[in-house]
């Protein structure tokens, strides 16, 4: 049985669905019934109770399969612990942490620079980064192959109903808007900017694929076009998926446009492109990571310092 089985197992047995475990990972259902059928036979036990015609709509797990499922977590526990403790023993990076973020939160080069200053920083730490939408990052964090998960909300976060038994956030900072404008715009000789300035530009906005997110980034689009209302006008908006940003900074830095940024100032440089300060737009956007008590506590908690100090804007 590999790794990808074990994983498939826990998943279905937290969503207690196979639908739903399949548009999770992402992968077919029927996939996903054939990798949990192979569980069972290889282990010769029944793991879970399959709904019936007129009885229980809902998957569950039986007896034996609760246990089951327990052991497979702490296999993905000591999966981990391996790799930790060989390269421990190479005297090599004596600590793992897989950390998720949210792909839309800064450029590519952000994250590189991010990653950089962090082994500056922490060099016995391992970071490795999976960038992908909140559902996505939820759904590795509860079967354990993501330690944490780093996000941004448009407002302080309030509902902590999501969140399961064990699971806490810590908010890390926040930092106000910027735009990010070509070296060569008219733009580019000021310091900051107001958005009453921006009247006549195009906004590179990504498109809303987070609407799972705690505070719904869904409000980001309407936050921004209801500010630039006030301010007199109504915005050009050009939408951007999300696995396709390398073109907003491209038609930025070809000044085809500009584009809201909530990066930390620490990692937003990309070549020809100068952020400015919109003075007057007075919405931040708010730092979290999502962690689990008792998981790598130590590593996560100096990768949390060292962003707290990067984000320069601390509550």
């Known amino acids: 049985m590999d790794l990808e089985t074990i994983n498939i197992v826990i998943t279905v047995a937290r969503l207690k669905s196979f639908s739903a475990t399949a548009l999770s990972i992402p992968c077919s259902q029927s996939s996903v019934s054939r990798r949990v059928e192979s569980a069972e036979n290889e282990l010769g036990i029944k793991i879970f109770d399959r709904p019936s015609f007129g009885g229980s709509k809902t998957l569950t797990l039986t007896d034996a399969g609760e246990d089951i499922v327990k052991s497979m977590v702490k296999v993905v526990d000591a999966y981990t612990e391996l790799f930790r403790v060989a390269n421990t023993a190479l005297g090599e990076i004596s600590e793992v942490i897989n950390l998720g973020i949210v792909s839309n939160m800064m450029p590519p080069q952000g994250f590189t620079r991010m990653k950089s200053d962090f082994y500056d920083r922490?060099?016995?730490?391992?970071?490795?980064?999976?960038?992908?939408?909140?559902?996505?990052?939820?759904?590795?964090?509860?079967?354990?192959?993501?330690?944490?998960?780093?996000?941004?909300?448009?407002?302080?976060?309030?509902?902590?109903?999501?969140?399961?038994?064990?699971?806490?956030?810590?908010?890390?900072?926040?930092?106000d808007m910027s735009v990010g404008v070509s070296v060569n715009s008219s733009f580019a000789k000021n310091d900051s900017i107001t958005l009453p300035e921006l009247k006549d530009s195009t906004f590179l906005l990504s498109i809303d694929d987070q609407k799972d997110l705690p505070v719904s980034r869904s409000l980001k689009h309407r936050n921004l076009r209801e500010k630039c209302i006030r301010a007199g006008f109504e915005p050009n908006i050009k939408a951007i998926p999300n696995d396709m940003l390398e073109i907003r900074y491209e038609k930025a830095k070809n000044g085809k446009g500009i584009f809201p940024s909530h990066t930390p100032v620490a990692w937003r440089h990309i070549e020809g492109i100068k952020y400015l300060p919109v003075t007057d737009y007075q919405s931040p956007s708010y730092f979290y990571l999502l962690r689990a008590e008792g998981r790598k506590e130590a590593p996560i908690n100096d990768f949390e310092t060292f962003f707290m100090d990067h984000t320069l804007q601390l509550k």
């Open 122 to 175: 922490c060099p016995d730490i391992n970071l490795h980064v999976k960038m992908d939408v909140f559902s996505e990052l939820m759904a590795q964090f509860r079967i354990r192959s993501i330690d944490a998960v780093l996000f941004t909300t448009i407002a302080p976060l309030d509902d902590f109903s999501w969140m399961e038994s064990g699971e806490y956030v810590s908010c890390l900072g926040f930092t």
